[in-house]
């Protein structure tokens, strides 16, 4: 019977081991906006409470026709089904919900077809919530003030959870790429934050870390090798030669 339960859930899940994945040098590729496709991320370790976050992500996408949000990140309690979202409307307008919360945070332009890091970083104790894009902070606004996270995280990247585990609409799809993603049950540096975005050092995420990744992929999402616009990361004189 136990055997049995736990093949069903391999079968469920397409994976069966506990272990995590490096996945340096990989992207997810969200290729279709859809209401069923996305990543879930298990946690490091079970948090039952969590009184200030920070997350660390790259990003890759143009802009949607409708100018409609891109969900990168969603974490929902069962409390709080916008626990901890980080989202995008438009080109210069970041989008937070903490514990329910909405922040809304202008003028920090992406570059549409390149990677851009996204950190944001938020503290129960003052509320104070900030986002760095490609390492320009945001002004400080605050949100969630004295709340907490409580109960077992729910954690999607791609998609925003309109209930704790579920509630997607195709409406809120990212489509696009993410790769970097990180969690900490702390506010990291703003050095940390730099160095992320210049892809130098930093301690990596001890709640979820890119580079030691329990993950289960649902609909259609691709983990591919990271494609960058630079030309640099290609050589292309392999064996292509034509003279
Ligand atoms: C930032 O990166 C530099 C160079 O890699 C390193 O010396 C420094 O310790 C890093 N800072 C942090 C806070 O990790
Ligand atoms: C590209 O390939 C050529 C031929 O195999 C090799 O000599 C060269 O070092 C490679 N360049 C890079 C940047 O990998």
Not at 9 to 20: I, K, N, T, V, Y
Not at 52 to 69: G, M, W
Not at 128 to 143: E, F, Y
């Amino acid at each position: 019977m136990r055997f049995l339960t736990f093949s069903l859930l391999c079968l469920f899940f397409q994976r069966c081991s506990a272990e995590g994945q490096d996945l340096g040098g990989k992207a997810f590729t969200f290729p279709a906006e859809t209401d069923n496709s996305y990543v879930k991320l298990q946690p490091a370790e079970i948090l039952e409470h969590l009184g200030a976050v920070s997350v660390c992500l790259r990003y890759f996408t143009d802009l949607p026709q409708n100018n409609k949000d891109q969900s990168f990140f969603s974490l929902a309690t069962p409390a709080h089904s916008n626990g901890f979202l980080l989202a995008k409307y438009g080109q210069n307008r970041h989008q937070m919900y903490i514990g329910g919360g909405k922040l809304d945070l202008w003028g920090l332009p992406d570059e549409l077809n390149e990677w851009n890091s996204f950190c944001v970083t938020w503290d129960s104790e003052t509320g104070l919530t900030q986002i760095w894009l490609n390492g320009k902070p945001s002004s400080r606004k605050a949100v969630f003030r004295g709340g907490s996270l409580v109960g077992r995280p729910f954690i999607v990247l791609g998609q925003d959870q309109d209930e704790y585990g579920g509630g997607l609409h195709k409406n809120d799809a990212m489509v696009g790429q993410l790769t970097d993603v990180h969690m900490w049950n702390h506010v990291i540096s703003t050095c940390e934050i730099e160095n992320f975005s210049k892809n130098k050092g930093f301690e990596k995420g001890n709640v979820i870390n890119w580079h030691d990744l329990e993950f289960t992929i649902r609909g259609n999402v691709v983990l591919e090798d990271q494609i960058t616009s630079k030309s640099d990361s290609q050589n292309c004189s392999d064996g292509m030669s034509i003279y």
